[in-house]
């Protein structure tokens, strides 16, 4: 059944080619765990992806509940957490697949750094993972702001007022980023959007080059 | 022998199996408590409505339609706000009648003994829709149904209204 809609589709589109060129490449005998053990090293990049996944597909079902608003925000959190069905199972996989992803992304950067995977020619592919590192702490500087509890609400004060210290540009930074002079119902809305559309947009198209450089190049050569 | 060769199942296939089935299982674990939050509202069997003191007590009745206003707290989610609503509510011989102001045939609010011309009957005055005492819509008047009514609860000689039902 399903092999025949596959080829019902296939027949006319011919789209084979395309997850074959996607999906077939060697993978070489020192970065396969099953030769040796120590290879698992090679894994925590697609781990990271895997959680970044994760997180989209929860964050995606928790904006059917959560409101981006001074008012309502906690108590919208609230509700998603106590009164909902899995919503506690939901926000806690966002929660905790937050921090995870740090930890992740820490391993695969240790692991490129010891086996010298950023040198020629792959510094550009170094370049974005450093740029996708901080577009994943700005998701998570973004999304802890959103609960609008005493926690979320201090750590954003304390995280404004180091991006107001920075020489020169601090003061615009600081207004920049919280829409204004106030922390509230700006700020808020503006993390917001920051957290749902601005970052995980410019995430998708850095993954992208990041895997498109990875296929071109090769992994690169045992130690 | 032949039979035994048509069921083997090659090192390809086993490997597609096998990753398929892990695969699926991990993706049903990530994607079914997602998809149940997402479901919850359409889950979550309807709750009734609690019962609210509309603030007269039974010997205030007369058989008399009077209307009464009053609040019900609506509950939405996250938001919980005070809802204004009215009744007509009179005492049919032990009984005691709540009826819904809502005309039925598009949501104006009908009066009691309002219009000269209808005496004793609820009017409605957007489409000249009537009804009875009891409720019944007249026939030849736009309405199609009954005025809806109220669950009525009498607690210490007070009366109570809980939610709003639909007569055919």
């Not at chain 2, 509202?41 to 009077?66: C, M, R, W, Y």
Request: charge should be negative.
């Amino acid at each position: 059944m399903l092999q025949k809609l596959y080829d019902w589709v296939d027949e006319r589109l011919d789209i084979t080619p395309m997850w074959r060129d996607i999906a077939d490449h060697e993978v070489p005998e020192h970065v396969n765990p099953a030769h040796h053990f120590s290879a698992f090293v090679y894994c925590f990049g697609g781990l990271t992806f895997f959680v970044v996944v994760i997180q989209i597909l929860s964050g995606m079902f928790l904006t059917m509940y959560y409101v981006p608003d001074i008012i309502h925000a906690y108590e919208s959190v609230y509700y998603l957490q106590n009164e909902v069905t899995h919503g506690m199972i939901v926000r806690g996989m966002h929660h905790w697949g937050a921090s995870l992803v740090i930890v992740m992304m820490f391993l695969h950067t240790l692991r490129v750094f010891f086996t010298g995977s950023y040198k020629k020619p792959r510094e550009l592919n170094w370049v974005v993972g450093v740029l996708l590192f901080f577009v994943i702490l700005g998701l998570g500087f973004t999304g802890y702001l959103l609960p609008w509890d005493m926690k979320a609400y201090f750590a954003t004060v304390v995280g404004l007022e180091i991006a107001e210290s920075a020489p020169v540009i601090g003061g615009f930074a600081r207004t920049l980023l919280a829409g204004g002079e106030l922390i509230g119902a700006q700020t808020l809305a503006r993390f917001f959007a920051i957290h749902v559309f601005f970052l995980p947009g410019a995430l998708l198209g850095l993954l992208g080059a990041h895997f498109y450089m990875i296929r071109k190049q090769g992994i690169s050569g045992p130690l | 022998m032949s039979n035994e060769k048509r069921h083997r199942v090659s090192r390809r296939q086993f490997l597609t199996y096998t990753l398929t089935g892990v695969g699926g299982f991990m993706a049903a674990g990530m994607l079914s408590p997602m998809v149940r939050m997402a479901l919850d509202p359409a889950l979550e069997a309807g709750a009734d409505s609690e019962f609210v003191s509309i603030g007269i007590s039974e010997d205030e009745l007369t058989d008399e339609p009077q209307r009464v206003d009053f609040q019900m707290e609506l509950e939405d989610g996250w938001y919980t706000s005070e809802q204004a609503r009215s009744a007509w509510i009179y005492k049919e011989g032990d009984e005691i009648i709540a009826l819904s102001p809502t005309c039925t045939h598009l949501g104006c609010t009908v009066n009691w003994d309002s219009n000269e011309n209808f005496p004793e009957q609820f009017y409605c005055p957007c489409h000249d829709g009537r009804f009875e005492r009891d409720g019944t819509n007249i026939e030849g008047t736009p309405p199609t149904r009954p005025l809806d009514i109220y669950d009525v609860e009498v607690r210490d000689g007070a009366i109570y209204l809980g939610q709003i039902n639909q007569r055919s």
